[in-house]
């Protein structure tokens, strides 16, 4: 089962805008992970937020974790053409037999020139 | 250049037929998956291994085989038995032992179509 829900399902901004986008999770977690995909091509990691984090940056991005609301956001500020592709979230269950990542569903975004 | 190779890129198949998909990494890592990708959706897990010689079923195993006799290498076998295999495949590597904790690298996918 998807654990991870992004939204919104599909974001379109102009370039040089804000894009912003959530991603919710049901169970406890160690850590949670932003990936890019461009189309058709494989995803490239962004950023690895863990449990313990409230907030991590990287360039343009801005990643942040509310455990009590299981909720993660991802902002990429000053957007760009290049910035078009679909995002996921990946969650990494905190503790049991579960050794793998959760996908959500992704968010696509299109970023206009 | 490390990384992760996938061949081929695009694959046809005939109904009945058992294909082969390669994945190859040169990152020295423990941890290799493959990964199902249908349009619109996310990844859901086929086959895992954490160390040689061995693996672990995924979310959606049956109808696929797949073997780790070496580091470098996980290949994955979509065979007859798998009734809908039309999608796009992703292999992905990590860096080894706890590997839900560490970022997957990954391939850049192979297109398989049955005809």
């Known amino acids: 089962s998807q654990q991870g829900e992004e939204d919104p399902q599909a974001l379109s901004i102009q370039e040089g805008e804000n894009a912003t986008m959530n991603c919710s999770y049901k169970?406890?977690?160690?850590?949670l992970q932003w990936y890019r995909q461009n189309s058709g091509r494989g995803l490239v990691h962004l950023i690895l937020?863990?449990?313990n984090e409230r907030e991590k940056h990287s360039g343009r991005l801005r990643v942040t974790l509310d455990t009590s609301k299981k909720s993660s956001s991802l902002l990429i500020t000053a957007s760009r053409a290049a910035d078009t592709a679909s995002y996921f979230c990946a969650t990494a269950a905190r503790a049991g037999n579960n050794r793998k990542l959760i996908w959500g569903l992704g968010t696509s975004l299109a970023v206009n020139p | 250049d490390g990384g992760i190779t996938q061949s081929p890129k695009y694959l046809f198949r005939k109904e009945g037929q058992n294909v082969t998909l390669s994945c190859e990494q040169n990152?020295?890592?423990?941890?290799m998956y493959w990964y199902r990708q249908d349009p619109g959706q996310g990844l859901r897990l086929i086959y895992y291994?954490?160390?040689?010689?061995?693996?672990q079923k995924g979310d959606i195993a049956e109808g696929y085989s797949v073997s780790r006799e070496k580091k470098e290498s996980f290949p994955l076998t979509v065979t007859s038995a798998q009734k809908n295999p039309t999608a796009f495949y992703l292999c992905?590597?990590?860096?080894?032992?706890?590997?839900?904790?560490?970022?997957?690298?990954f391939g850049p996918g192979t297109r398989l179509t049955v005809l």
């Open positions: 992905a590597s990590s860096i080894g032992s706890g590997q839900q904790y560490n970022e997957q690298f």
């Open positions: 937020i863990r449990s």
């Open positions: 990152l020295n890592h423990d941890a």
């Open positions: 291994s954490q160390i040689v010689n061995d693996f």
């Open positions: 169970t406890s977690i160690n850590n």
